[in-house]
């Protein structure tokens, strides 16, 4: 997108770029892949980054509001009613299409939301190793930065550590998930460790005693006293997997984020919002009619996973379909019009998404905007399994001279 980057970086770019980068990658986490790595950051310029600055700010503002807020509890299963919730959550995450308006400028729009986590550390590996990579080629800064707020690599990992790790010893701390190992987003695990310390584990490995989980380490029963909660609730119910607690449950342990926010951030937020950058959501429980002109819109569940489920070509027979007892969680949401903002190699346009990602430890007020990955696509969407035997898609970030 930065025109001078853009040409420095595909005339440097040779057949062992790639596959050196991924290499690096792999060895300096220590374990493969399991989803594609993109071939190139993508340079953001000035004057886009600013536009997602203050629409990222702009709609964690609105998110935080406590009429919205009330209004978005509704969408908490009564089975995951935690206990212990508070009025923020300690990560927000806001997806932004990259689209150019009628003048032909770059804007942001937004397409997802979630109060959930997202692959923090990885991003902090992966922009170092393309700075590196970037600082040794022709014409090109020697330092790159992808963060936010002022950050910088050591300030965004001391509050990564903070916001993870709380008042505890990392020891104390798990990254919770469905079979860590077996997740692609392994490689991120890895980076937790690596960066704070903290272990992954499986949920169906714990112990319940009383009211306190329990782990086994080197051997031992230790107490869990903090959660870094990664589990995705649609994989937790597919699974069947039983868990030894029920999320309604008193527990002596800190949830970081609390879980509830995996369900009142979340697509089924959008219909709340007012901003230029949010397209109109429809709830299909409060249509009153189908639009007429249903090539406009894309018509999704509020939550899945990897893109599941998502029609982007609905007829009025797809929205009559979804079952009345299900309508609640289901939407017809405004067609985005991605733009082939990156030039590859081979002279194709690549599309992008660009995640806006807020960290807040539990002594801080607000949430911070920290840092950004990024989705290259050439399919038809966004996700992995539209951008098969595709090259220059798959995941990557956002970077700019420092």
């Known amino acids: 997108m930065q025109a001078d980057l853009r040409r420095a970086f595909n005339a440097a770019f040779t057949d062992d770029t790639y596959p050196s980068f991924v290499r690096a990658m792999e060895t300096r986490l220590g374990c493969p892949f399991g989803f594609r790595v993109a071939e190139t950051p993508a340079f953001i310029p000035a004057d886009l980054r600013a536009k997602l600055e203050r629409a990222a700010n702009e709609i964690v503002v609105q998110l935080c ?8 509890e509704r969408d908490v299963p009564a089975r995951y009613a935690t206990p212990g ?11 932004f299409a990259i689209t150019r308006n009628e003048r032909g400028e770059l804007e942001p729009k937004l397409v997802e939301l979630q109060g959930f986590p997202s692959l923090f550390a990885l991003t902090c590996v992966q922009l170092h190793e393309w700075g590196k990579v970037c600082s040794r080629m022709p014409g090109m800064p020697a330092k790159w930065s992808g963060y936010f707020s002022g950050l910088t690599e050591e300030s965004f990992i001391a509050l990564f550590r903070r916001s993870v790790v709380g008042k505890h010893e990392p020891e104390d701390v798990i990254l919770l998930d469905l079979h860590p190992e077996k997740q692609k987003t392994n490689p991120d695990f890895f980076a937790t460790h690596q960066i704070a310390g903290v272990e992954s584990v499986c949920p169906t490995t714990l112990v319940r005693d009383g009211r306190r989980l329990l782990r086994r380490r080197s051997g031992k029963l230790v107490e869990v006293k903090r959660v870094y909660h990664r589990l995705v609730f649609d994989e937790l119910e597919k699974s069947g997997a039983k868990l030894p607690y029920d999320y309604r449950d008193e527990l002596e342990v800190e949830w970081f984020p609390h879980p509830q926010w995996y369900f009142v951030w979340s697509k089924s937020s959008l219909p ?39 029609n982007v070509d609905p007829t009025e027979g797809d929205v009559a ?12 949401q405004e067609k985005v019009d991605y733009a082939p903002v990156i030039q590859a190699v081979d002279g194709g346009g690549v599309k992008i998404e660009v995640r806006m990602m807020f960290l807040r430890p539990d002594e801080d007020s607000k949430l911070t905007l920290a840092t950004n990955l990024v989705r290259l696509s050439r399919g038809k969407m966004l996700g992995v399994d539209f951008n098969k035997n595709f090259t220059w898609v798959g995941g990557s970030v956002g970077m700019w001279p420092a």
Do not use: N
Not at 65 to 72: G, T
Not at 85 to 95: P, Q
């Open 85 to 95: 919730r508070g009025s923020m959550s300690g990560v927000a995450i806001v997806d």
């Open 321 to 332: 379909a979804v079952p009345a007892d299900q309508r609640e969680h289901w939407c017809l």
């Open 65 to 72: 509001d406590s009429k919205r807020l009330a209004a978005m």
């Open 272 to 310: 709340h919002l007012d901003h230029p950058a949010v397209p109109k959501t429809l709830r299909l429980s409060e249509l009153g009619s189908i639009p007429k002109d249903l090539s406009r819109y894309v018509l999704k569940p509020f939550y899945s996973f990897a893109g599941g489920g998502v």
